[in-house]
């Protein structure tokens, strides 16, 4: 069985990190994978899709252009690379991740019953959109696969796709291992105040107002809490500064910024973790990551965040309303046996549930039933 896994971009943002983290996973249990990404196309001195799989010694194919924008040459020249790759090759199945790469292998790999069978993969928050382009692509796809139950349930309503078809993978994380320093001097926080942590890109859609008003709420009742947010976003002035004044707790807000190299030491910083909707891939990875730490975390009902924290086990589960926030965020903030158990409850599932090494392996089974259900 040889798989070809594509994806049309070169930035590690959404869903670089468990694509290559997948391929990665399938290759140590043995699979024979290949992924082809967008080469960097610029010099970029941060993570790149690239520079991970050269990192990660996952085989690679660099002989297609995978341009998700208009480019009429670089779409001819993957149509017919794809289908030359996959017949030289004997390439079995093509997975497929993002929309560009999904048409491309459609357009290239053709419909005659000898082609590789085509998987795609839906990294979208909400679902992939319920369009014509899309109908067309998934009733000539011959399986999906989603993180989410609700994503799933949606899509097969959607695009009518039998559940055989289907296949639904635990997330994956890779739990951190390395050295812990104490970052609450360098923050300038007090050893005896609390810290509420956020992270993601500081966008207004993704729920900071209902965040910043219950941390003001918080900040009423006690001065012993910090309010921390890690991430950047050209949109910081609308979506956190101006509410920061408007509300009058810019004193008590930390903007820590994108951080890289002691991401994990501020993590280990946090008392309690709040996201209130994922970013544009769903999975809520920065959420998955705190959790893998020990940090309990209080998340909305919305998308695929119900999932991924059990109300009252290892964090809670709120609807989007700052009052019903601040109330939970001042539980776990000052019941510390409930923390802890909480945390610890976190960190278990972390490690039991969102292994890379687990969804290599049901993956692999779903690739195997596809093909012995040709």
């Known amino acids: 069985m040889k798989i070809l896994h594509l994806f049309s971009d070169w930035k590690w943002t959404g869903p670089a990190e468990p694509v290559v983290s997948l391929c990665e996973a399938l290759t140590k249990e043995g699979a024979d994978i290949t992924i082809a990404y967008r080469k960097t196309p610029i010099e970029f001195p941060e993570r790149t899709v690239e520079k991970e799989v050269k990192a990660r010694s996952i085989r690679y194919y660099e002989g297609l252009r995978l341009n998700r924008y208009f480019s009429l040459k670089d779409w001819l020249h993957d149509q017919k690379a794809i289908r030359s790759y996959c017949q030289d090759n004997r390439i079995n199945i093509v997975h497929t991740h993002l929309s560009h790469d999904h048409w491309a292998a459609l357009v290239s790999i053709g419909s005659g019953k000898n082609r590789p069978i085509l998987i795609r993969t839906d990294h979208k928050r909400d679902g992939m959109p319920e369009n014509l382009f ?53 923050l300038k926080i007090k050893p005896d105040e609390k810290v509420i ?13 209902t965040i910043l008003k219950a941390f003001k709420m918080v900040r009423d009742k ?19 500064k101006q509410p920061l004044l408007d509300l009058g707790i810019e ?54 965040l119900p999932e991924l924290v059990t109300d009252g086990v290892d964090g809670f589960v709120v609807p989007p309303q700052e009052h019903v926030l601040a109330e939970r965020l001042l539980m776990a903030l000052f019941d510390d046996g409930l923390r802890s158990r909480m945390g610890d409850n976190a960190r278990q599932k972390a490690k039991n549930q969102w292994d ?19």
């Open 356 to 374: 890379y090494r687990i969804q290599a392996k049901t993956l692999l089974g779903f690739y195997e039933k596809l093909l012995k259900g040709r």
């Open 134 to 186: 899309m109908k067309w692509a998934m009733a000539k796809t011959d399986g999906l696969v989603t993180y989410s139950r609700r994503i799933m349930e949606k899509d097969r309503r959607s695009f009518s796709i039998p559940e055989k078809n289907t296949c639904i993978i635990p997330p994956g994380i890779k739990i951190y291992n390395g050295v812990l320093k104490d970052m609450k001097d360098t």
């Open 197 to 209: 942590g956020v992270i993601g890109r500081l966008k207004p859609d993704r729920g900071y107002d």
């Open 222 to 240: 006690t001065d012993k809490v910090k309010l921390l947010i890690m991430g950047r976003s050209s949109q910081i002035e609308k979506s956190i």
């Open 251 to 304: 004193r008590d807000v930390i903007l820590a910024g994108y951080i890289i190299e002691d991401y994990f030491p501020v993590i280990s910083a946090f008392d309690v973790f709040v996201m209130m909707r994922a970013g544009s891939d769903g999975t809520a990875r920065a959420l998955r990551e705190v959790m893998s730490m020990g940090v309990p975390a209080i998340v909305s009902d919305s998308g695929m």
